[in-house]
């Protein structure tokens, strides 16, 4: 069973970079054909996906962050990484990282394994 777990700083400062790491155990990243995606929930709005990341190491993009948000894995930690620069209060979000065992899809319901979450708050 995959189990991912997310981690990194729940506080940060507008115009400063978000950087979130998951860890993945019950199995690897490079595992034919997974997707390991990242998706946030805005308080009082819906799942968003932000992009995801393949078993190959290829990466997709939500077109609306795709300038500010890049997803990177390392294969020795089982883990992969966001980025998102220049971060908004707008930013303000609980971060989840998902996967499948499929291609990658922008319909966040459609990841089967969750990490719990990770509140980040945007503020001064």
């Known amino acids: 069973q995959v189990r991912l777990q997310e981690s990194g700083p729940g506080l940060v400062k507008p115009s400063q970079t978000l950087s979130l790491t998951c860890t993945v155990s019950?199995?690897?990243?490079?595992?034919?054909?997974?997707?390991w995606t990242w998706i946030r929930r805005p308080p009082g709005k819906g799942l968003e996906w932000m992009g995801a990341?393949?078993?190959?190491?290829?990466?997709y993009y939500n077109e609306s962050l795709k300038t500010r948000a890049s997803i990177s894995r390392d294969i020795s930690k089982d883990q992969f990484s966001l980025q998102l620069n220049s971060v908004l209060p707008e930013d303000t979000a609980i971060y989840f990282c998902?996967?499948?065992?499929?291609?990658?899809?922008?319909?966040?319901?459609?990841?089967?394994?969750w990490g719990q979450g990770t509140q980040v708050t945007v503020s001064s």
């Open positions: 998902g996967a499948r065992f499929a291609i990658a899809t922008m319909y966040a319901d459609e990841y089967e394994h």
């Open positions: 019950g199995g690897s990243i490079t595992t034919s054909y997974y997707s």
């Open positions: 990341i393949t078993f190959d190491g290829t990466t």
